[in-house]
């Protein structure tokens, strides 16, 4: 079982920045690829970023790209989004999230078994 909790959100004007930190219970986290999504009022849960177990293979979603920026430090159990030229569409709560193996389609929500509380962005205009 895998325990995850995420920290940094909160109120930031536009092109501020944030970084967000979820941290992880589990002596095998380095095992684990991890996602971030976010999920804002009236939408779907969305695709933010990925990164794998080597720590080198990443994805973004378009609408993050060049602007968000995922790692990952096994040593503290922890992974990061960095986010620059927040926006007001940013606007969300912001959840990471684990594979217990690697599997399918990483950009789908359905394929991580472990999930954060979430932490809330609110960036104004």
């Known amino acids: 079982q895998v325990q995850l909790v995420e920290s940094g959100g909160g109120l930031v004007q536009a092109g501020g920045s944030l970084r967000l930190s979820c941290a992880a219970s589990?002596?095998?986290?380095?095992?684990?690829?991890m996602g971030w999504f976010r999920q804002a009022p009236g939408k779907e849960r969305e695709f933010v970023a990925y990164i794998g177990r080597d720590g080198h293979t990443i994805y973004y979603a378009n609408s993050v790209k060049g602007r968000f920026t995922i790692s990952r430090d096994d040593a503290k159990n922890t992974v990061y989004l960095q986010m620059n030229s927040l926006k007001p569409e940013d606007t969300a709560v912001y959840s990471c999230?684990?594979?217990?193996?690697?599997?399918?389609?990483?950009?789908?929500?359905?394929?991580?078994?472990?999930w954060g509380q979430g932490t809330q962005v609110t960036v104004s205009s």
């Open positions: 999230a684990a594979q217990s193996y690697v599997r399918g389609t990483v950009t789908s929500d359905r394929v991580y078994d472990y």
């Open positions: 589990g002596r095998t986290f380095s095992s684990y690829p």
